[in-house]
């Protein structure tokens, strides 16, 4: 026990050099506010958002040589393999000069979860996990109007399948390690904030971060 402990620790501190990080995963299905929330928490709180699907999209948007395949992916609500999300959130996080992360939207399956883990060494302090009906997801994802391929009704059938077979199962894993907190997500943006502080304010009088 003790030495798998070493030895993910060893990996953590090859693949990050010597950076300790706090990392938060902020997870539910698409559209649930994910994004809005993080922006509330980096102003409040102190922490670095990364969202990997922004990271994919300024991917696809630098002309990468993944481009084309992340772009079709995105398009049908499919997962990216898991080493390209990693590499860009792992470089996200050597970049920058804060030690604490949210990175929402990822991981988006049992994969994806096991190889960050095994990758980066990084264990999240918890799961913040949104919980809103796909009816109101889906109002929220048409309406959003910010040109993305993936917002029409028949790529977002295609998410909520994904979200529900391949997504949820990595809140489940971290719910069985005692690990997430749930969020009423369907709330108006002010209400769910001041749920998300409770959560946060105690971390940060905990000095875990
Ligand atoms: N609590 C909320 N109530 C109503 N609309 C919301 C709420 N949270 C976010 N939105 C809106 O819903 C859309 C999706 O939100 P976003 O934060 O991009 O979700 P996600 O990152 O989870 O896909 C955006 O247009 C956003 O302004
Ligand atoms: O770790 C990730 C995050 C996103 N995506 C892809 O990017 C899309 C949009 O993700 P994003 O998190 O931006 O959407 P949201 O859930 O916020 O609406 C997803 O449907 C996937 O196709 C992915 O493959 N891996
Ligand atoms: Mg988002």
Do not use: W
């Not at 991981?107 to 999240?124: K, L, Q, S, W």
């Not at 790529?155 to 997504?167: D, L, N, P």
């Amino acid at each position: 026990m003790g030495s798998a402990t070493e030895a993910t620790k060893d990996i953590s501190e090859n693949l990050l050099g010597d950076k300790k990080v706090t990392v938060v995963f902020v997870l539910g299905g698409p559209g649930s506010g994910k994004g809005t929330q993080c922006a509330n928490i980096v102003e409040h709180y102190g922490f670095t958002h990364l969202s990997a699907g922004d990271l994919l999209r300024a991917e696809i948007k630098s002309g990468s040589e993944n481009g084309t395949m992340i772009q079709n992916m995105i398009k049908e609500g499919k997962i990216v393999p898991s080493e390209v999300t990693i590499k860009l959130l792992q470089t996200a996080i050597l970049e920058n000069g804060n030690d604490k992360f949210l990175i929402d939207g990822f991981p988006r399956n049992e994969e994806n979860r096991a190889a960050f883990e095994r990758v980066t060494g990084i264990v999240p302090e918890f799961v913040l996990f949104f919980d809103c009906s796909e009816e109101e997801m889906e109002r929220r994802l048409l309406g959003r109007n910010q040109g993305r391929v993936d917002d029409n009704i028949e790529t977002i059938k295609k998410r909520f399948k994904v979200f529900v077979e391949s997504s949820l199962p990595v809140v489940e894993h971290y719910e069985s390690l005692g690990k997430v907190k749930r969020i009423d997500a369907a709330k108006p943006i002010p209400e769910v904030f001041e749920d998300i502080k409770v959560i946060f304010s105690s971390l940060a009088s905990k000095g875990t971060a």
